[in-house]
């Protein structure tokens, strides 16, 4: 498994738990985190630990399961730094309810999925390529 | 176990010998010693055995073979030496195991329980007090079980790297990620907070346990 693709599960998982304590410290008092918590805790679980987990394992399968290797290693790549450029910038935006820092996160978790969206379809429209080919 | 080669480098069948050996090798927790009796440790082992003729090989000390001993008479000589964690790995079947068949069954009983709140709020992102059980139904019970499930399932196939089955851990996972989803929907339904915050720290507990055994998988150098 490509150490990029461990990466992301990785950071799925350290987001997970982030994710999971900002809700638990929420729970024992509101007021122990400043900021729109549940906001943060719902994008730290959506984006950080079920997105970044889906990154990680769909960037190992579906290479594999079109039988022909991922389109773009470099957009996979920046597609791991701009995830996690982004996130962390959303999370700051919200712990100090500041819109630009979420904006510009968000600018940037979306590059993130745009690099994946189009690395994924043009791996398997290359699939399919070579399978009419045949 | 301890197994000794004593070869030459110039010998084409020594060559042929350490390729088995190391094949083994990589099966069994063995400790492999390739001795070139150019070299003074290989030659003080070839004039204490008074040998003839390379490769020859000692087992714990002991002279067991002169000549290449093919890859399965190896094994048979190795029997005793237990399997290397990643050797038994590539020995398991393709199919779930007992933990992670129960964690895929158990996601689609919440994905179940979840719709219930589309039924009765018409949404699972309603403004009823209802939302949050019925959403970390759909998250926690649903989502989280389904990646611990395919997770533990496909990482150790990934990386080539084995997740112990059937452990303690998988099953405390398991206990706590049930008791978690359940408190936390029921100390939201009966607005009881201690119950909601016992089920989250039951539910953190649980992703901690699977990091913790999935980590190794991911980051062992082993086959990575």
């Known amino acids: 498994m490509h150490k990029r693709n461990r990466l992301f599960v990785s950071i799925a998982l350290v987001y997970g738990l982030m994710g999971g304590l900002v809700a638990i410290l929420r729970l024992i008092d509101p007021a122990l985190i400043p900021g729109n918590v549940p906001r943060m805790h719902g994008h730290i679980m959506l984006l950080g630990l079920i997105l970044m987990m889906i990154y990680g394992i769909a960037l190992h399968v579906l290479p594999r399961f079109g039988g022909f290797p991922l389109y773009s290693e470099r957009m996979a790549d920046w597609q791991l730094y701009l995830a996690n450029a982004g996130l962390p910038l959303m999370i700051v935006g919200w712990l100090t309810m500041s819109d630009g820092w979420v904006v510009a996160g968000g600018v940037m978790s979306y590059a993130a999925i745009v690099l994946f969206g189009l690395n994924m379809i043009l791996t398997v429209k290359a699939t399919r390529s070579a399978s009419h080919e045949n | ?224």
């Open chain 2, 1 to 224: 176990m301890k197994i000794e080669l004593l070869v030459n480098s110039g010998c084409s069948a020594c060559a042929q010998a350490e390729a088995i050996w190391r094949l083994v090798a990589d099966e069994r927790e063995l400790e492999l010693a390739v001795l070139d009796i150019a070299q003074t440790a290989g030659a003080a082992r070839v004039a204490q055995l008074a040998l003839k003729a390379v490769p020859a090989l000692l087992v714990d000390g002991e002279l067991k073979a002169v000549g290449v001993v093919c890859l399965e008479d190896a094994r048979q000589l190795t029997q005793a030496a237990p399997l290397k964690a990643h050797a038994m790995l590539s020995r398991m079947g393709m199919f779930f195991s007992r933990e992670n068949r129960w964690f895929i069954v158990s996601a689609q009983i919440y994905l179940m329980l979840a719709g219930i709140g589309l039924v009765l709020n018409g949404s699972l992102l309603s403004d009823s007090a209802s939302r949050p059980a019925f959403l970390h139904l759909f998250t926690l019970g649903f989502m989280l079980f389904m990646i611990y499930g395919l997770g533990a399932h496909m990482l150790p196939r990934f990386t080539g790297n084995p997740l112990v089955e059937g452990s303690a851990g998988a099953w405390l996972q398991m206990g706590l990620a049930h008791l978690g989803v359940t408190a936390y929907a029921a100390g939201y339904l009966a607005g009881w907070q201690a119950l909601t915050l016992g089920g989250a720290v039951c539910a953190w507990g649980s992703l901690l346990i699977f990091s913790l055994r999935v980590w190794p998988v991911l980051w062992s150098s082993q086959r990575n």
